[in-house]
C-alpha cells in the first residue's frame, strides 16, 4: 500500500479550511492570502497529479488515447496559467500578505509529511 494522494488532497483541504477559520477568529493572519496560498498549490497538486498519470501510463508501456492526452496538455496550461495570474496579481499589487500566503502555501507541505508519516508508522519495513 503506497501513500495515498487523495488522502493527501483532503487532509490538505481540512487542513487549509481549519488554518482559514482560527485565522479568521483571532486575526493572527490574513484569511484571503491563507486562503490564495493554500488554493494555490492545492491546485498545483491537483493539476501535477493530472499530469503525471498520464506520463506514467505513457511509460509503462499501456497505450495512451487522445484525451488523455488533451487532458494533460489542457492541466499543464491551466498550470502554467495559475502561476502566471498569480505573478500578475503581485505586478499589481493586490493586497495580498506575504506571511499568511507562505503559511498557506506550507499547508500543503504539512499535509504530505502527514501522510508520509502515517504510512510508514502503519507499514513499518524489515517487520514480519
Known amino acids: 500500500m503506497g501513500i495515498d494522494l487523495t488522502r493527501i488532497s483532503l487532509f490538505h483541504v481540512g487542513l487549509l479550511g481549519l488554518t482559514v477559520a ?13 486562503l490564495l496560498g493554500g488554493a ?20 509503462g508501456g499501456d497505450p495512451v488515447d487522445g484525451r ?30 506575504g ?4 503559511l498557506g502555501v506550507t499547508l500543503l507541505l504539512v499535509a504530505c509529511l502527514v501522510e508520509v508519516a502515517r504510512h510508514e508508522l502503519s507499514d513499518p519495513k524489515g517487520v514480519q
Open 22 to 34: 482560527i485565522a479568521y477568529a483571532t486575526r493572527v493572519a490574513e484569511p484571503a492570502s491563507l
Open 40 to 59: 494555490v498549490m492545492g491546485a498545483n497538486f491537483v493539476l501535477l497529479r493530472w499530469i503525471t498519470n498520464v506520463v506514467r501510463l505513457a511509460a
Open 68 to 97: 488523455r492526452i488533451g487532458l494533460a496538455v489542457a492541466a499543464m496550461t491551466l498550470k502554467f496559467g495559475l502561476f502566471l495570474g498569480l505573478l500578475a496579481a503581485l505586478f499589481w499589487r493586490l493586497p495580498i500578505e
Open 99 to 102: 506571511m499568511s500566503f507562505a
